[in-house]
């Protein structure tokens, strides 16, 4: 069954891959934009679209390609959210082919089904796979590349031309996917000096050395134009410092070395299918196993997570699990491997993997974790639009005090929670420091829409509120969002609507106002 599924063509697959990932997202492509999306994808993306410019007025260096691909999809069918969402479907699926491929080449069929099939069910790629985000179209085309380049069995031009467009791609899509073909290049270089003294080996290394050193061209052009049109080369200096200069300590790089290590082999399950594995390794190499990844794909592959376990320590401001799309299947290629080489039950640690990871779309441990890991971001969209709708029904012209991304969701329709502007008054958060600068003026604002700005699952708030001189409990208490209660307690105020989705929460809170008027009589 296994090998006449692979043996469909690709067109065939693909749409497969497209219908099976639509399908599971239904209920999420109506959803309005999320987070990261509304501040910075969308709006990009829309500045493309309406005035066809490549960086958008807020002047940030992203590469444009994802803008790009909006833009024009949009120009083709309307702007529409669903049309987004779908649109991001399909790279998803792309990027699931490329697995595919890539694990059919690397061991056999029924790995790549099952591969493939994790993959998809992994919570952190679940919730990407239909999210507006640069990183779902940068793992896509690396990916795909991926599929190219191994295992090294093809040496000619075109293959060479490809990869190299692929990685292009990637890094016009996120400037930080050129990681990966730098990684490649490494080996090739290593290889290069092993095998000078053969002239065909040399040749082929040189090749690919050309092809992967190729993408950094088109994103060195990019950052020219950028500089040329906007003066920053970068982004302007708060994007720079946020992303780059402010993560060059030593306490960051240490503490994000940390993270991105649970981030790669514990988050969201991830461990479970790894345990598996180790546990395989105290099994003998079963009889006729099938055949098993070569060293040359093994020892590519760990490079490969290690330079990115490595540089994502230090690039990026926020340590988003996103940035780490790419990486995921290539641990379940491996971990694939060792099951199907040592125990004929292999089919079970795939299934009991596969169960963890639908239960873990749900089910929230108790740590803190971005909530776009899972579908926790549904809840927060949710409870956002509620909160949103119930102030657009009962209080129209409000003057609302609230924080991003609310603020935005109300001032911009087109991120699909208004049909017409709010006026909104921003704080930053809504911890004790902000709420008590905002009692300062309360003239300026009649309603408040407030919310956890910084998401926190029940379980472990609760442990963070018993243990308060634990290292993390003081870190807690000196950020924490104070609660709807405390919130109308500070400001004066009352709340009419709240709503909690497993420590997502929002609340709408009324300020009952009296003002003094003075009557003046009307000019003549």
């Not at 409000?398 to 008054?425: C, M, N």
């Not at 104070?482 to 009419?496: S, W, Y």
Request: net charge neutral; hydrophobic share 50%.
């Amino acid at each position: 069954m296994c090998a006449q599924f692979a043996a469909l063509p690709g067109p065939v697959l693909f749409l497969l891959f497209f219908a099976a990932v639509a399908v599971s997202h239904l209920t999420l492509l109506q959803l309005p934009y999320f987070w990261d999306e509304g501040g910075y994808y969308i709006p990009a993306a829309l500045d493309f679209y309406h005035t066809g410019q490549l960086v958008p007025h807020f002047t940030n260096a992203h590469p444009p390609l994802p803008n790009i691909l909006l833009g024009t999809l949009w120009h083709i069918v309307g702007y529409h959210i669903v049309a987004t969402r779908l649109l991001v479907c399909a790279f998803a699926a792309a990027a699931l082919l490329g697995i595919f491929r890539l694990t059919q080449r690397l061991l056999d069929a029924s790995a790549a089904v099952t591969v493939t099939l994790l993959t998809a069910v992994y919570p952190i790629w679940f919730a990407q796979s239909s999210l507006a985000h640069a990183d779902i179209f940068a793992a896509t085309f690396t990916l795909l590349a991926f599929a190219l380049y191994l295992p090294r069995a093809t040496f000619d031009v075109p293959h060479y031309l490809s990869v190299a467009a692929l990685f292009s791609l990637a890094a016009l899509s996120k400037e930080t996917s050129i990681l990966e073909p730098a990684a490649l290049a490494s080996i090739e270089v290593a290889l290069l000096v092993r095998d000078w003294r053969s002239p065909l080996l040399r040749r082929r290394h040189l090749g690919w050395i050309t092809a992967l050193s190729f993408p950094a061209l088109p994103l060195v052009a990019w950052y020219a134009y950028h500089h040329h049109v906007t003066g920053f080369t970068f982004g302007n200096p708060e994007y720079l410092r946020y992303n780059a200069t402010a993560n060059f300590t030593a306490a960051h790089v240490f503490q994000a070395v940390r993270y991105r290590f649970l981030h790669l082999f514990w988050q969201r399950n991830i461990w479970m299918p790894i345990v598996f594995a180790l546990a395989c390794l105290f099994l003998p190499h079963r009889d006729n196993a099938p055949d098993s990844l070569s060293r040359s794909a093994g020892c590519t592959i760990g490079l490969l997570v290690i330079a990115n376990w490595l540089a994502f320590s230090v690039l990026g401001g926020a340590l988003l699990t996103r940035y780490l799309l790419p990486i995921y299947p290539l641990i379940l290629i491996v971990c694939v491997d060792l099951w199907r080489t040592h125990t004929r039950r292999w089919p079970v640690l795939a299934g009991a993997t596969a169960l963890a990871f639908v239960s873990a779309l749900w089910l929230n441990p108790p740590t803190s974790f971005a909530p776009e890991d899972n579908l926790t971001y549904r809840d927060m969209i949710v409870v956002h639009q509620e909160a949103i709708d119930f102030v657009a029904e009962h209080y129209p012209d409000a003057t609302v005090l609230t924080a991003w991304p609310v603020a935005a969701d109300l001032f911009r329709p087109e991120l699909g929670y208004v049909k017409s502007r709010i006026t909104a008054i921003s704080i930053d958060d809504f911890t004790l420091p902000q709420i008590r600068k905002a009692a300062q003026e309360p003239g300026r604002y009649d309603t408040a829409i407030v919310f956890s700005a910084h998401f926190v699952s029940p379980s472990f708030r609760s442990y963070l509120v018993s243990h308060p001189n634990t290292r993390r409990g003081k870190e807690f208490a000196a950020s924490r969002d104070l609660m709807p209660a405390e919130i109308a307690a500070l400001l004066g105020g009352e709340i009419v609507w709240q709503d909690d989705r497993g420590g997502e929460w929002a609340a709408v809170l009324r300020f009952r106002r009296s003002y003094e008027a003075l009557l003046l009589p009307l000019p003549r």
